[in-house]
């Protein structure tokens, strides 16, 4: 039942956290929200920029501000590109643990490596609390806070491509914000279930887009 909803989260979850994104109020556009969280890393956002490339494909990648720093010429190409860019703070930290003044610094660090392009966040392992988001949206400067509507989970070892896929197959709608991850660990189930998604998508009429101004106006 857990595992169902951080695949799609239920409808309490999101009205805790009201200004959050989660999913576009639009139900009536066909299309989606692709995300990439932990990148960037050479040895797969390369691929997954080229891969978006070739669908057309607009995305929001949310960046580990350590990456940007060691792959800094990978995070100019994807604001290059044209996607969004998110902070995802700068050492991965979960709030939980880390506690709010440690937290608060790392994303401001992360914030610092994006050269301030970041005007979204999304919290590691989605540690977040409402108080926590209000104070990162109202002094931390971001638009917003961005969630998900779909996490097909391909960071999880135990699971194939196909049942990746199968995931987002099960629970994509229009408007919807899916969790991909450009790291190593996401491997060959990410990229699997990346192209699996754009085929099926695309041939249901779907377009791919970042997530920007024009995806909040309706809320
Ligand atoms: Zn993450």
Not at 79 to 91: D, I, L, M, P, S
Request: with cysteine.
């Amino acid at each position: 039942m857990w595992r169902d909803w951080v695949v799609q989260p239920p409808q309490f979850v999101r009205w805790l956290f009201p200004h959050s994104f989660w999913r576009s109020a639009d139900h009536k556009r066909k299309r989606v929200f692709i995300t990439f969280d932990d990148g960037p890393v050479p040895e797969q956002t390369p691929w997954v920029l080229d891969t978006l490339d070739h669908y057309g494909a607009k995305a929001t990648f949310f960046c580990v501000g350590d990456n940007v720093r060691k792959h800094h010429d990978i995070f100019e190409e994807i604001v290059r590109r044209g996607h969004a860019v998110g902070n995802h703070t700068f050492n991965h930290l979960p709030l939980f643990k880390a506690g709010w003044r440690t937290y608060a610094a790392n994303v401001e660090l992360c914030d610092a490596a994006e050269g301030g392009k970041a005007r979204l966040f999304r919290a590691p392992h989605g540690h977040m609390t409402p108080w926590h988001a209000w104070r990162l949206t109202r002094s931390g400067g971001f638009d917003r806070i961005v969630f998900w509507d779909v996490m097909p989970k391909d960071y999880d070892n135990r699971l194939s491509g196909e049942k990746v896929l199968e995931n987002v197959r099960r629970h994509v709608r229009p408007g919807s914000v899916i969790v991909f991850h450009d790291s190593i660990k996401a491997g060959e189930r990410m990229r699997h279930a990346l192209v699996g998604t754009l085929e099926m998508l695309k041939d249901e009429g779907y377009s791919f887009e970042s997530i920007g101004d024009e995806a909040f106006r309706l809320r």
